[in-house]
């Protein structure tokens, strides 16, 4: 963890390191298989994986800024929200990150880049029209604490080769569909080889789904309470958290489906309405877990401890 006054977690710092050494293992096992079942493919996967997890590293910032037509404001542009996050580096003895504000109605907020020096917390106009300064404050110090915990790069590697795994069974599946299951190549099957591949890949891809989506729940616990303990206001975060959540969830179910890729930086997932792997696997705890956590920290404050 970066040194700052957020509170520290090893709980979270345990967690990374056995999903991160779980996702080795996978990873080599994904590999070695690629190597063994088609050994053409193998050099050009690898290459292609080690691209990508390059690209997503090192420009994850720019990316998901892109990604989310956030812009970069300076302080004249948003006094208050300058402000707040100047509040929060006094308070953390954090260096302060780039800030940005993505226009659109959806209340939510996010933290994203390799490390401090890179960082860019981005907040949504809906967010900044629903919230009070002292909520927006909780808000803030929560993604903060992702970039304090550096869970915002964890979470790039981690979900490398999950994106990875995915996009070969994709690709295979679609190869395969369009007439890739009954070509042959000389004495070789293509086919056959084409589905050992899909299914090592969606098999890794499941494996590392579990592990990045069980990392990412904790993290969101953890960077609540450490924002909590921060600030000193648990209640602002929760009723923020309140707020946010149930703004969310009179947004339009278009809306909502197009910002589900986006949850796992979101302060509050976006889900659409009913049943879904997404919610089955969710990104986020459920509210009322982060709730009790808060109610939690604020009976252990009131009494001094």
Same mark, same amino acid.
């Given at each position: 963890m970066a040194r700052t006054r957020y509170a520290p977690d090893r709980g979270l710092t345990s967690r990374m390191l056995v999903t991160m050494f779980l996702l080795g293992l996978v990873y080599v096992v994904f590999v070695g298989a690629f190597f063994v079942i088609a050994p053409k493919w193998g050099v050009f996967a690898l290459v292609?994986?080690? #691209?990508?997890?390059? *690209?997503?590293?090192?420009?994850s910032d720019r990316l998901t800024l892109f990604a989310m037509h956030g812009r970069e404001v300076s302080p004249a542009e948003m006094p208050e929200l300058h402000g707040v996050i100047d509040r929060i580096c006094a308070l953390s003895d954090a260096? $302060?990150?780039? #800030? &940005? !504000? =993505?226009?659109?109605?959806?209340?939510? =907020?996010?933290?994203?880049? /390799?490390?401090?020096? $890179?960082? *860019? !917390? %981005? #907040?949504?106009?809906?967010?900044?029209? /629903?919230?009070?300064p002292v909520e927006l404050e909780g808000v803030l110090a929560h993604e903060m604490a992702h970039v304090a915990h550096r869970d915002v790069a964890v979470m790039t590697i981690a979900s490398f080769l999950g !994106? %990875?795994?995915? @996009?070969?069974? +994709?690709?295979?599946?679609?190869?395969?569909?369009?007439?890739?299951?009954?070509? /042959?190549?000389?004495?070789?099957?293509?086919? !056959?080889v084409l589905l050992a591949v899909i299914a090592v890949s969606a098999v890794a891809y499941g494996v590392s789904f579990v592990l990045t989506r069980a990392l990412s729940r904790y993290r969101e616990l953890s960077a609540d309470r450490a924002? =909590? @303990?921060?600030?000193?206001?648990?209640?602002?975060?929760?009723? =923020? @958290?309140? $707020? #946010?959540?149930?703004?969310?969830?009179?947004?339009?179910? +278009?809306?909502?489906?197009?910002?589900?890729?986006?949850? &796992?930086?979101?302060?509050a997932p976006a889900f659409a309405k009913?049943?879904? *792997?997404? &919610?089955?696997?969710?990104?986020h705890p459920p509210l009322d877990k982060r709730l009790a956590q808060l109610q939690k920290i604020s009976a252990q404050l009131g009494r001094g401890e």
């Open positions: 292609a994986a080690m #691209v990508f997890l390059l *690209v997503q590293y090192f420009y260096p $302060k990150p780039r #800030v &940005a !504000v =993505a226009d659109t109605d959806m209340p939510n =907020a996010f933290a994203t880049g /390799r490390n401090q020096r $890179k960082a *860019v !917390v %981005c #907040v949504t106009t809906g967010l900044l029209r /629903r919230l009070d !994106v %990875c795994a995915g @996009l070969v069974t +994709r690709f295979g599946l679609e190869w395969g569909l369009w007439g890739g299951f009954n070509r /042959r190549d000389g004495d070789q099957n293509t086919g !056959v924002g =909590a @303990l921060l600030t000193g206001r648990p209640s602002a975060l929760a009723s =923020a @958290l309140t $707020k #946010v959540s149930g703004e969310i969830a009179r947004i339009p179910t +278009r809306d909502l489906r197009a910002a589900e890729p986006f949850n &796992a930086f979101f302060f009913g049943f879904s *792997v997404s &919610a089955l696997f969710a990104t």
